[in-house]
């Protein structure tokens, strides 16, 4: 399995940016591989923000997300991005970043 290791969480005002980072212990050259970012509220279901596709360079995002969110690797580090501006109250959750059925720990992302 491969390991992956959120970072780049926090508190922010509303309107602000975070970048979260996602470091990979292997499989980022994998050529069929899915990698994205989700985010868990408490008390609330599972949503999918974004995914790219290592192969045909597909990216998708979430309407909730759609024009402030954005997904990015970093194939030498081995490192998957999420870029996160114009914050609301609503984005408040903890992030976690996946490759295909792996997922990370996660990171916490707080908007107030």
């Known amino acids: 399995d491969v390991q992956l290791v959120e970072s780049g969480g926090g508190s922010v005002q509303i309107g602000g940016s975070l970048t979260l980072a996602c470091a990979a212990s292997?499989?980022?050259?994998?050529?069929?591989?899915?990698w994205g970012w989700f985010r868990q509220a408490p008390g609330k279901g599972r949503e999918r923000v974004a995914t790219?596709?290592?192969?045909?360079?597909?990216?998708l995002y979430a309407d909730s997300v759609k024009g402030r969110f954005t997904i990015s690797r970093d194939n030498a580090k081995n490192t998957l991005y999420l870029q996160l501006n114009s914050l609301k109250t609503e984005d408040t959750a903890m992030y976690y970043c996946?490759?295909?059925?792996?997922r990370g720990q996660g990171t916490q992302v707080t908007v107030s």
């Open positions: 996946s490759k295909g059925a792996d």
């Open positions: 292997r499989g980022f050259d994998d050529a069929d591989a899915e």
């Open positions: 790219t596709y290592s192969r045909g360079g597909t990216i």
